[in-house]
């Protein structure tokens, strides 16, 4: 078994999609690693193993269909420690059977259904025969749900034929089949569309089993809506936050120092992705940057100016210019 460390590599969002078939068993270890993160290969059949993928990237999401003969993946202790970013990945079987382990459970996906496992823990995939997928990845703070919620239902089988997966997966297979079309803002909305279907899902699978749920947990996935829905608020703070919850502001800072963030950073990084989105989006090209910035609840439009530079490499004209 060989590990391949590397980066996602998708390139910028928007692009061509791009396809890319392996020549050898060696050379999919690392078109795996490029798409996703570093993971350790291993086949029994190597020698006669043949693997392809269609990638493309709309923002921060990842969309990647896999097509494979027989072989499993392993994420490590070790390799995880090798990168910082922390992703989720939505597994949606197309054909054939996998086999995803993470936190003690095991999941047989048949196809249809989907699965959600998170790539700062260790989980195996395995694929007995030949097989496809697709693959959603997408940073762990772009669901509104608290990651340790989303943790109770790793390597969960959510069956293609009940529930919200009835729904969901139907929609990431067209995803899948219509990768090209995917392009410019109209590939980004259904990009966020898509984790906003998978968000719905996985509340509504909490949902059915409350038992699952702490307390803290609820609590957090209270906060978080609580925040979204007043982005736009310029007084949005830890205190009015505390206030609406009937909680102390340190209690509240608890809430997110457990998910290794903090208040301000989580409504910072839900403002900025926001109005990243919408300064692309056709239906707000009338509107004035400042417009945009203070819909999304930043007052002082030099200093939105320089945050979203910080955050994103680029000033928000440039970015607008750039779509």
Request: aromatic share 6%; net charge neutral; hydrophobic share 40%.
């Amino acid at each position: 078994m060989t590990a391949v460390a590397a980066r996602p590599s998708l390139g910028p969002t928007g692009q061509d999609v791009r396809t890319s078939t392996a020549e050898s068993f060696d050379h999919w270890r690392h078109l795996v690693a490029e798409s996703f993160v570093p993971l350790a290969a291993s086949s029994a059949n190597s020698d006669h193993f043949h693997g392809r993928m269609r990638a493309r990237r709309l923002d921060r999401v990842a969309l990647v269909e896999v097509s494979s003969t027989s072989h499993e993946v392993h994420r490590t202790p070790a390799l995880i420690a090798q990168s910082h970013q922390r992703y989720f990945k939505l597994n949606l079987q197309l054909q054939g059977t996998g086999l995803l382990i993470q936190d003690n459970r095991e999941a047989v996906l048949h196809p249809g259904d989907l699965s959600i496992y998170d790539t700062s823990r260790p989980y195996t995939l395995a694929f007995e025969g030949d097989a496809r997928l697709m693959v959603v990845m997408f940073p762990w703070d772009a669901l509104s749900l608290p990651p340790e919620c989303i943790a109770q239902l790793s390597a969960v089988r959510l069956a293609s034929d009940g529930g919200l997966a009835a729904i969901v997966g139907p929609f990431i297979a067209h995803l899948a089949e219509n990768l090209d079309a995917l392009s410019g803002p109209s590939g980004s909305r259904l990009a966020t569309n898509a984790l906003d279907l998978v968000s719905t899902m996985l509340h509504s699978e909490l949902d059915i089993a409350p038992d699952r749920m702490k307390p803290q947990a609820l609590l957090a996935v209270s906060v978080r809506e609580y925040i979204e829905a007043n982005l736009a608020d310029p007084l949005l703070s830890p205190a009015t936050i505390a206030a609406a919850h009937f909680i102390s502001t340190r209690h509240l800072h608890n809430v997110f120092h457990e998910t290794g963030t903090t208040v301000a950073s989580w409504i910072r990084t839900q403002r900025l992705e926001g109005a990243r989105r919408e300064l692309r989006d056709p239906l707000h090209s009338g509107k004035s940057v400042g417009a945009v910035a203070a819909r999304w609840g930043f007052l002082d439009a030099a200093h939105f100016s320089r945050t979203f530079r910080d955050a994103f490499g680029e000033s928000p004209s440039d970015w607008r210019r750039g779509a």
